[in-house]
C-alpha cells in the first residue's frame, strides 16, 4: 500500500471542512488558547511559499494545544480594505470589491491546500459592511470620549460636559489641545451649541484640526509614515510632500505612558519592545516659552536641558511652524517661502535621517532670552519638525552636536554669531552634558549647581517669571486617520455648520457609495466626493441625494475614508464573536477569550499596526467594552524565507544598433578563447553594420529571469526564455563549451518583481501539503531568514514515505499489538520529549530532524508495534496533519485524530539499565562488553577477567592492576 499524498490530503481536507473539526466553543469547561496570525492582505498575486511560514508555526501550536485539551480559537480572516485594491480599481475600472473577494477566494484555495486548522466559521473581512459597522462603531465611541489624567484613563464626553457646566474648565486635567482658552461655568452655559462643540473637539479622543501630513499626488492620498520608504510611497515609488490639510486624527498621544508601561507586561521580544519605546520617545524637560521681540507672539520650546538656558544662540523653528509666517520680516520673506517650498518635497523620515545636510534660513525675528533679555537669532531649518516637541528648538551650539553644525555652517550670516566650539565630539552627547553642563551656566542662581539641581531651579525661576514650566515630553504624535481613498471604511459623520455630528449608532452601517470613478473629483475632493448619492437625511435617518443637501435636514457626509490599519486595529476581538448582529463581541465572549496568547507575525508592524492595536484595546478597556489592557500576551515575529533569484547577463551598447548579447553566467568571468563568444563576436558586431572596434565596447548588466525557466539549479531552459517574454525572443545567445547556458543565483527577498517566487501549490501539488509544512519549518528556527531550495524537500518527501513504511507493506496495514523492545520505547520517548519541548519553546526545526531519527531508527529495529505507532502519528500529528489522520484511522480509529491526547513522556524508557563498556588493555581499547549498571567494581571485575577475549588478551599472564570506573571504563594493566 503506497503513500498517494494527493488523495490523502484531498480526503481528510473535505473531512474537516465538512465536520467542521477545528470550530472553537465560546462555552467550554476546558481552558482557553488563542492563537492567531497576522492579518493578510489579499493580493493579487496570491500567496508564495514564503506566506505560509508563521501560519504553519501557528497551526503547529493551535494542533498541538488540542492534543492538550485546550479549546482552540484560530481563526483566519481578511485585511480587506487597502490602497493596492483601488489602484487596480483606477488602471482597469474595475470595482475594488469585485477583485478583493477574487483575491480572497484565490487566497482560501491555497490556504486551504495547506491544510491549516482554522475556525473558518468565524472568518472575517474587513471591507464587509457587518463588520466595518464595528469599526464606525468604536470611532463614534473614540469620538465621544476625552482622556482624564486624574483617572488615567479615557471617560465619556458627558462626564466633562458636566465639570464645565459646574465649574468650567480651569481645574480640568485633560489630554487636549494646546492654547485652550479658559472659561467658567456660567461662560460655557453662556456659549451657543456651536461655540460649545468647537471647544469639545479640542478634547476629543478623534478629532478635526489642521494636521501636517504626507501628500502623495500621484496617489491622490495622505500617507502614514510606515508606508513612505526613503522620501517616496512604498506602493508605486511616487514622489511625497508634506501638505497642511484639515484631518480627522486619533489621540493615540494620551495612552504614551500606559503603551510604554504596558511593554514590561507582555512576552514580546526585546528588540520589538524597544522599537516601541523608541518610537513614543519618552523625555523629561521643561516647556520654556521665549517672547518674539516687539510683538504679542511666544515660541514654546520643549527641552531635556532647561539647564543649558544660558548656552542658547540661536532658535530654530520648522518650516511648517504656524508662527513662522507671523514673524517673518519683509526682507526674509521671499527666501523663506523659497525654503518652505523646497522643504515640502522631503518627508519626514527623509529629514529625520539626513544628519549630513545642513540648510536652513534666517526669519529676521530675534526672540528674547527669558532671564538676560539678549535678542536670540529666529532661523528656519529642516532638520526641526513640526509635529514632534512644539517644532521650535532652543539651540546651544556648545553643548549639541547638529546646533554647533547649523551654527557653524551659517556663522557670521544674518544675525548667526561666530561660535566658538567647546564641543567634544569624542565622546557622547549625554556624556559631555554630564561632564560639562556646569560651564554651560552664566548666572548667579545657577552657578556651582550640577546639571540635575540646575534644572530644577531653571523650571523654578522659569515658573516665577511664567516663562515655563517642567513637562514630560513624547515623540509619539497623534495618529492621522483620514485618507482621500474610496476604498477604506466611510466615516459615519456629517456636517451641521461645518462642525461633525455623529450618526446614531442604530443607523450604522453607512455604506460604501458606488461611484464611476475612482479618482479625487475635479476640484481635489476625495474620490466619495464623485458620489451623487452622499448626504444625510436626518428624517429618515438615511443616506440621501447630494441635490437634496438643505442644510436643514440633509447634510453633506465626509468624504475622507479611514485608513488602512482602522480595521485591523480591533479585528482579533471580533474573531470572538464574529457573528453578533448587536454588539463587536458579547461580554461573555470577551470575558472568556480575553486576549491572545500567541500572535504570530511580520516585525514590520511594530510602529504601525501593533502600537495602533494597542490603543485601542487600552480605550476599550478604560470604556468597560473589554477586560483586559493589552490585546497580545505573547508575540513571535516570524523570519523570511528568501528567494534565490537568477540572473543572464545582457549586452549594454551606446550605438543602438548594436545586437542584444546574453552571455552564460561562465563567460563572463572566464577568458575563454575556445567559446563561441570570443570566436565570433566580431562577426556578429560586423553583421549588424558595426566595426570590431564597436565589438570591443560592449559591457553586460545582469537582469533577473523567471525561475520557472530553469533547467535546473544553475543552468536556464533557453526556449523557455526566449517564449517568457519578446526581449529575449530576438536576442543573440552564447554558450558555455558544454553547450549549457548558466545563469548566476544570488538570494534575496522572495518577491513577484525580482521573478524568484515559489507557489506552494506546485509543492503540494508535487510532494504534498505535509512535506511543505516541515519543509519549511526545518529550513531554520522561525524567528531567522532563511533561503528557500527546492532540491532540499525532497528529503523530507522522503522521510514521510519512510514513515508510511513503518505502518504498511504493499499488501497494507503490517501493525502488530507485540510488545515493543526497550529499545523501541526508548526511540519513541526521546520524541515525544524533543517535540514536547520543541513546541512549548517554538523551536520547531528541531523537532523535524527528531522526526528524522526516530524513523531510521524504528526502521533499524523494524518497528511495527501498534504501541508504538499510535502514539508516534499523534506527535507527527501537528506537523504533519494529513499523513497523521490517514494513519490514525488506517489503524481503526473513529472521527479525527486532533483531540486525542498528546503522548507523556515517560523518563523510565531513558534511564539506561545497561552500558556498553569498551575494555582496555595498557589504554588499548580491545573489545566491548555490555553489562548492568547496577553492578559493583568486584562484580565488573570478576566477569571480565572471566571473559574468553580477557583470557585470551592476558596469554596466562596476571595483570599489574585492573582499573574500573562504574558506567564508564574498564581497563586492564599487564
Given at each position: 500500500?503506497?503513500?498517494?499524498?494527493?488523495?490523502?490530503?484531498?480526503?481528510?481536507?473535505?473531512?474537516?471542512?465538512?465536520?467542521?473539526?477545528?470550530?472553537?466553543?465560546?462555552?467550554?469547561?476546558?481552558?482557553?488558547?488563542?492563537?492567531?496570525?497576522?492579518?493578510?492582505?489579499?493580493?493579487?498575486?496570491?500567496?508564495?511559499?514564503?506566506?505560509?511560514?508563521?501560519?504553519?508555526?501557528?497551526?503547529?501550536?493551535?494542533?498541538?494545544?488540542?492534543?492538550?485539551?485546550?479549546?482552540?480559537?484560530?481563526?483566519?480572516?481578511?485585511?480587506?480594505?487597502?490602497?493596492?485594491?483601488?489602484?487596480?480599481?483606477?488602471?482597469?475600472?474595475?470595482?475594488?470589491?469585485?477583485?478583493?473577494?477574487?483575491?480572497?477566494?484565490?487566497?482560501?484555495?491555497?490556504?486551504?491546500?495547506?491544510?491549516?486548522?482554522?475556525?473558518?466559521?468565524?472568518?472575517?473581512?474587513?471591507?464587509?459592511?457587518?463588520?466595518?459597522?464595528?469599526?464606525?462603531?468604536?470611532?463614534?465611541?473614540?469620538?465621544?470620549?476625552?482622556?482624564?489624567?486624574?483617572?488615567?484613563?479615557?471617560?465619556?464626553?458627558?462626564?466633562?460636559?458636566?465639570?464645565?457646566?459646574?465649574?468650567?474648565?480651569?481645574?480640568?486635567?485633560?489630554?487636549?489641545?494646546?492654547?485652550?482658552?479658559?472659561?467658567?461655568?456660567?461662560?460655557?452655559?453662556?456659549?451657543?451649541?456651536?461655540?460649545?462643540?468647537?471647544?469639545?473637539?479640542?478634547?476629543?479622543?478623534?478629532?478635526?484640526?489642521?494636521?501636517?501630513?504626507?501628500?502623495?499626488?500621484?496617489?491622490?492620498?495622505?500617507?502614514?509614515?510606515?508606508?513612505?520608504?526613503?522620501?517616496?510611497?512604498?506602493?508605486?515609488?511616487?514622489?511625497?510632500?508634506?501638505?497642511?490639510?484639515?484631518?480627522?486624527?486619533?489621540?493615540?498621544?494620551?495612552?504614551?505612558?500606559?503603551?510604554?508601561?504596558?511593554?514590561?507586561?507582555?512576552?514580546?521580544?526585546?528588540?520589538?519592545?524597544?522599537?516601541?519605546?523608541?518610537?513614543?520617545?519618552?523625555?523629561?524637560?521643561?516647556?520654556?516659552?521665549?517672547?518674539?521681540?516687539?510683538?504679542?507672539?511666544?515660541?514654546?520650546?520643549?527641552?531635556?536641558?532647561?539647564?543649558?538656558?544660558?548656552?542658547?544662540?540661536?532658535?530654530?523653528?520648522?518650516?511648517?511652524?504656524?508662527?513662522?509666517?507671523?514673524?517673518?520680516?519683509?526682507?526674509?520673506?521671499?527666501?523663506?517661502?523659497?525654503?518652505?517650498?523646497?522643504?515640502?518635497?522631503?518627508?519626514?523620515?527623509?529629514?529625520?535621517?539626513?544628519?549630513?545636510?545642513?540648510?536652513?534660513?534666517?526669519?529676521?525675528?530675534?526672540?528674547?532670552?527669558?532671564?538676560?533679555?539678549?535678542?536670540?537669532?529666529?532661523?528656519?531649518?529642516?532638520?526641526?519638525?513640526?509635529?514632534?516637541?512644539?517644532?521650535?528648538?532652543?539651540?546651544?551650539?556648545?553643548?549639541?552636536?547638529?546646533?554647533?553644525?547649523?551654527?557653524?555652517?551659517?556663522?557670521?550670516?544674518?544675525?548667526?554669531?561666530?561660535?566658538?566650539?567647546?564641543?567634544?565630539?569624542?565622546?557622547?552627547?549625554?556624556?559631555?552634558?554630564?561632564?560639562?553642563?556646569?560651564?554651560?551656566?552664566?548666572?548667579?542662581?545657577?552657578?556651582?549647581?550640577?546639571?540635575?539641581?540646575?534644572?530644577?531651579?531653571?523650571?523654578?525661576?522659569?515658573?516665577?517669571?511664567?516663562?515655563?514650566?517642567?513637562?514630560?515630553?513624547?515623540?509619539?504624535?497623534?495618529?492621522?486617520?483620514?485618507?482621500?481613498?474610496?476604498?477604506?471604511?466611510?466615516?459615519?459623520?456629517?456636517?451641521?455648520?461645518?462642525?461633525?455630528?455623529?450618526?446614531?449608532?442604530?443607523?450604522?452601517?453607512?455604506?460604501?457609495?458606488?461611484?464611476?470613478?475612482?479618482?479625487?473629483?475635479?476640484?481635489?475632493?476625495?474620490?466619495?466626493?464623485?458620489?451623487?448619492?452622499?448626504?444625510?437625511?436626518?428624517?429618515?435617518?438615511?443616506?440621501?441625494?447630494?441635490?437634496?443637501?438643505?442644510?436643514?435636514?440633509?447634510?453633506?457626509?465626509?468624504?475622507?475614508?479611514?485608513?488602512?490599519?482602522?480595521?485591523?486595529?480591533?479585528?482579533?476581538?471580533?474573531?470572538?464573536?464574529?457573528?453578533?448582529?448587536?454588539?463587536?463581541?458579547?461580554?461573555?465572549?470577551?470575558?472568556?477569550?480575553?486576549?491572545?496568547?500567541?500572535?504570530?507575525?511580520?516585525?514590520?508592524?511594530?510602529?504601525?499596526?501593533?502600537?495602533?492595536?494597542?490603543?485601542?484595546?487600552?480605550?476599550?478597556?478604560?470604556?468597560?467594552?473589554?477586560?483586559?489592557?493589552?490585546?497580545?500576551?505573547?508575540?513571535?515575529?516570524?523570519?523570511?524565507?528568501?528567494?534565490?533569484?537568477?540572473?543572464?547577463?545582457?549586452?549594454?551598447?551606446?550605438?543602438?544598433?548594436?545586437?542584444?548579447?546574453?552571455?552564460?553566467?561562465?563567460?563572463?568571468?572566464?577568458?575563454?578563447?575556445?567559446?563561441?563568444?570570443?570566436?565570433?563576436?566580431?562577426?556578429?558586431?560586423?553583421?549588424?553594420?558595426?566595426?570590431?572596434?564597436?565589438?570591443?565596447?560592449?559591457?553586460?548588466?545582469?537582469?533577473?529571469?523567471?525561475?520557472?525557466?530553469?533547467?535546473?539549479?544553475?543552468?536556464?531552459?533557453?526556449?523557455?526564455?526566449?517564449?517568457?517574454?519578446?526581449?529575449?525572443?530576438?536576442?543573440?545567445?552564447?554558450?558555455?563549451?558544454?553547450?549549457?547556458?548558466?545563469?548566476?543565483?544570488?538570494?534575496?527577498?522572495?518577491?513577484?518583481?525580482?521573478?524568484?517566487?515559489?507557489?506552494?501549490?506546485?509543492?503540494?501539488?508535487?510532494?504534498?501539503?505535509?512535506?511543505?509544512?516541515?519543509?519549511?519549518?526545518?529550513?531554520?528556527?522561525?524567528?531567522?531568514?532563511?533561503?528557500?531550495?527546492?532540491?532540499?524537500?525532497?528529503?523530507?518527501?522522503?522521510?514521510?514515505?519512510?514513515?508510511?513504511?513503518?505502518?504498511?507493506?504493499?499488501?497494507?496495514?503490517?501493525?502488530?499489538?507485540?510488545?515493543?523492545?526497550?529499545?523501541?520505547?526508548?526511540?519513541?520517548?526521546?520524541?515525544?520529549?524533543?517535540?514536547?519541548?520543541?513546541?512549548?519553546?517554538?523551536?520547531?526545526?528541531?523537532?523535524?530532524?527528531?522526526?528524522?531519527?526516530?524513523?531510521?531508527?524504528?526502521?533499524?529495529?523494524?518497528?511495527?508495534?501498534?504501541?508504538?505507532?499510535?502514539?508516534?502519528?499523534?506527535?507527527?500529528?501537528?506537523?504533519?496533519?494529513?499523513?497523521?489522520?490517514?494513519?490514525?484511522?488506517?489503524?481503526?480509529?473513529?472521527?479525527?485524530?486532533?483531540?486525542?491526547?498528546?503522548?507523556?513522556?515517560?523518563?523510565?524508557?531513558?534511564?539506561?539499565?545497561?552500558?556498553?563498556?569498551?575494555?582496555?588493555?595498557?589504554?588499548?581499547?580491545?573489545?566491548?562488553?555490555?553489562?548492568?549498571?547496577?553492578?559493583?567494581?568486584?562484580?565488573?571485575?570478576?566477569?571480565?577477567?572471566?571473559?574468553?577475549?580477557?583470557?585470551?588478551?592476558?596469554?596466562?599472564?596476571?595483570?599489574?592492576?585492573?582499573?574500573?570506573?562504574?558506567?564508564?571504563?574498564?581497563?586492564i594493566v599487564g
Open positions: 500500500m503506497k503513500y498517494f499524498h494527493e488523495q490523502i490530503e484531498a480526503k481528510w481536507q473535505e473531512y474537516w471542512a465538512k465536520n467542521q473539526t477545528f470550530a472553537a466553543s465560546n462555552n467550554s469547561e476546558k481552558p482557553k488558547y488563542y492563537v492567531l496570525d497576522m492579518f493578510p492582505y489579499p493580493s493579487g498575486a496570491g500567496l508564495h511559499v514564503g506566506h505560509p511560514l508563521g501560519y504553519i508555526a501557528s497551526d503547529i501550536v493551535a494542533r498541538y494545544k488540542r492534543h492538550k485539551g485546550f479549546n482552540v480559537l484560530h481563526p483566519q480572516g481578511y485585511d480587506s480594505f487597502g490602497l493596492p485594491a483601488e489602484q487596480y480599481a483606477i488602471q482597469t475600472g474595475q470595482h475594488p470589491e469585485k477583485t478583493t473577494r477574487e483575491n480572497i477566494a484565490r487566497y482560501r484555495e491555497q490556504l486551504d491546500k495547506i491544510g491549516f486548522s482554522f475556525d473558518w466559521s468565524r472568518e472575517v473581512r474587513t471591507s464587509n459592511p457587518d463588520y466595518y459597522k464595528w469599526t464606525q462603531w468604536i470611532f463614534i465611541q473614540l469620538f465621544n470620549s476625552w482622556y482624564n489624567n486624574d483617572t488615567d484613563k479615557a471617560e465619556d464626553i458627558s462626564t466633562l460636559i458636566s465639570i464645565f457646566s459646574k465649574e468650567g474648565n480651569a481645574k480640568v486635567n485633560a489630554v487636549c489641545d494646546d492654547n485652550i482658552i479658559s472659561f467658567s461655568a456660567d461662560e460655557w452655559n453662556a456659549f451657543s451649541s456651536d461655540e460649545q462643540q468647537k471647544i469639545l473637539l479640542q478634547y476629543r479622543l478623534t478629532y478635526l484640526a489642521e494636521t501636517e501630513v504626507n501628500w502623495c499626488p500621484a496617489l491622490g492620498t495622505v500617507l502614514a509614515n510606515d508606508e513612505i520608504v526613503n522620501g517616496v510611497s512604498e506602493r508605486g515609488g511616487h514622489p511625497v510632500i508634506r501638505k497642511k490639510m484639515t484631518q480627522w486624527s486619533m489621540r493615540i498621544s494620551a495612552y504614551a505612558e500606559r503603551l510604554l508601561q504596558g511593554l514590561d507586561t507582555i512576552d514580546w521580544t526585546e528588540s520589538l519592545k524597544e522599537s516601541q519605546r523608541n518610537w513614543i520617545g519618552k523625555s523629561v524637560g521643561a516647556h520654556v516659552e521665549f517672547r518674539i521681540q516687539n510683538s504679542e507672539f511666544r515660541i514654546p520650546v520643549f527641552t531635556t536641558r532647561p539647564d543649558t538656558i544660558f548656552g542658547v544662540t540661536f532658535m530654530t523653528l520648522a518650516p511648517e511652524h504656524e508662527l513662522v509666517s507671523e514673524i517673518t520680516t519683509p526682507e526674509q520673506k521671499a527666501a523663506v517661502d523659497a525654503y518652505i517650498e523646497a522643504t515640502a518635497k522631503r518627508s519626514e523620515r527623509e529629514r529625520m535621517a539626513d544628519v549630513k545636510t545642513i540648510s536652513g534660513v534666517f526669519t529676521g525675528a530675534y526672540a528674547e532670552h527669558p532671564f538676560t533679555k539678549e535678542p536670540i537669532p529666529v532661523w528656519i531649518g529642516d532638520y526641526v519638525l513640526a509635529g514632534y516637541g512644539t517644532g521650535a528648538v532652543m539651540a546651544v551650539p556648545c553643548g549639541d552636536e547638529r546646533d554647533y553644525a547649523f551654527a557653524n555652517f551659517f556663522k557670521g550670516q544674518n544675525g548667526m554669531p561666530e561660535i566658538k566650539n567647546i564641543f567634544n565630539q569624542d565622546i557622547s552627547e549625554a556624556a559631555f552634558a554630564e561632564k560639562s553642563g556646569f560651564e554651560l551656566v552664566n548666572s548667579d542662581f545657577l552657578n556651582g549647581l550640577d546639571y540635575k539641581v540646575g534644572t530644577k531651579k531653571v523650571i523654578e525661576e522659569l515658573e516665577k517669571i511664567g516663562q515655563g514650566k517642567g513637562k514630560t515630553n513624547y515623540r509619539l504624535r497623534d495618529a492621522v486617520f483620514s485618507r482621500q481613498r474610496y476604498w477604506g471604511e466611510p466615516f459615519p459623520v456629517y456636517y451641521v455648520n461645518g462642525l461633525p455630528q455623529m450618526i446614531d449608532v442604530k443607523h450604522l452601517p453607512i455604506v460604501l457609495p458606488e461611484v464611476e470613478k475612482y479618482l479625487p473629483t475635479e476640484d481635489g475632493q476625495p474620490p466619495l466626493g464623485n458620489s451623487s448619492k452622499w448626504a444625510w437625511n436626518t428624517v429618515t435617518n438615511e443616506v440621501d441625494f447630494n441635490e437634496n443637501i438643505d442644510n436643514v435636514t440633509v447634510f453633506p457626509l465626509e468624504l475622507n475614508t479611514m485608513p488602512g490599519w482602522a480595521g485591523s486595529s480591533w479585528y482579533w476581538m471580533r474573531y470572538m464573536d464574529a457573528h453578533n448582529e448587536n454588539e463587536f463581541a458579547s461580554a461573555d465572549a470577551l470575558k472568556y477569550w480575553e486576549n491572545v496568547d500567541l500572535y504570530i507575525g511580520g516585525s514590520e508592524h511594530a510602529t504601525g499596526h501593533l502600537l495602533y492595536s494597542r490603543f485601542w484595546n487600552k480605550f476599550l478597556k478604560d470604556r468597560g467594552y473589554v477586560p483586559t489592557e493589552e490585546p497580545f500576551k505573547k508575540l513571535i515575529n516570524q523570519g523570511m524565507i528568501l528567494g534565490m533569484s537568477a540572473f543572464v547577463y545582457q549586452s549594454i551598447h551606446e550605438n543602438k544598433n548594436a545586437p542584444i548579447i546574453y552571455l552564460s553566467e561562465g563567460l563572463l568571468h572566464k577568458d575563454n578563447i575556445e567559446s563561441d563568444w570570443y570566436t565570433k563576436k566580431d562577426e556578429l558586431f560586423l553583421k549588424h553594420g558595426l566595426t570590431k572596434e564597436d565589438a570591443g565596447k560592449v559591457t553586460f548588466r545582469a537582469i533577473h529571469v523567471d525561475i520557472s525557466t530553469l533547467k535546473n539549479e544553475n543552468e536556464v531552459d533557453v526556449d523557455k526564455l526566449k517564449s517568457w517574454r519578446d526581449e529575449f525572443s530576438s536576442g543573440h545567445f552564447f554558450y558555455e563549451n558544454d553547450g549549457k547556458f548558466k545563469v548566476s543565483r544570488e538570494v534575496e527577498k522572495m518577491s513577484k518583481s525580482k521573478y524568484n517566487v515559489v507557489n506552494p501549490d506546485d509543492i503540494c501539488n508535487d510532494y504534498g501539503a505535509d512535506t511543505l509544512r516541515l519543509y519549511e519549518m526545518f529550513l531554520g528556527p522561525l524567528e531567522q531568514a532563511k533561503p528557500w531550495n527546492t532540491a532540499g524537500i525532497t528529503g523530507v518527501y522522503g522521510f514521510l514515505k519512510k514513515l508510511w513504511r513503518l505502518y504498511f507493506d504493499d499488501n497494507g496495514l503490517i501493525v502488530t499489538n507485540d510488545e515493543p523492545t526497550a529499545e523501541m520505547y526508548k526511540s519513541l520517548h526521546k520524541t515525544i520529549k524533543k517535540v514536547t519541548e520543541d513546541i512549548e519553546n517554538f523551536s520547531f526545526n528541531t523537532s523535524v530532524s527528531q522526526f528524522m531519527i526516530c524513523v531510521n531508527e524504528l526502521s533499524q529495529l523494524k518497528c511495527n508495534h501498534r504501541k508504538i505507532l499510535e502514539p508516534l502519528a499523534i506527535v507527527v500529528s501537528p506537523y504533519a496533519p494529513h499523513i497523521a489522520e490517514e494513519l490514525w484511522s488506517q489503524l481503526g480509529h473513529e472521527g479525527s485524530i486532533s483531540t486525542v491526547a498528546f503522548p507523556i513522556f515517560e523518563e523510565k524508557y531513558l534511564v539506561e539499565s545497561e552500558k556498553e563498556y569498551p575494555v582496555s588493555f595498557n589504554g588499548k581499547m580491545r573489545f566491548t562488553i555490555k553489562l548492568p549498571l547496577d553492578l559493583t567494581k568486584d562484580q565488573i571485575q570478576e566477569i571480565v577477567m572471566a571473559d574468553e577475549r580477557t583470557v585470551a588478551q592476558l596469554a596466562g599472564n596476571t595483570p599489574k592492576n585492573i582499573i574500573i570506573v562504574p558506567g564508564k571504563i574498564i581497563n
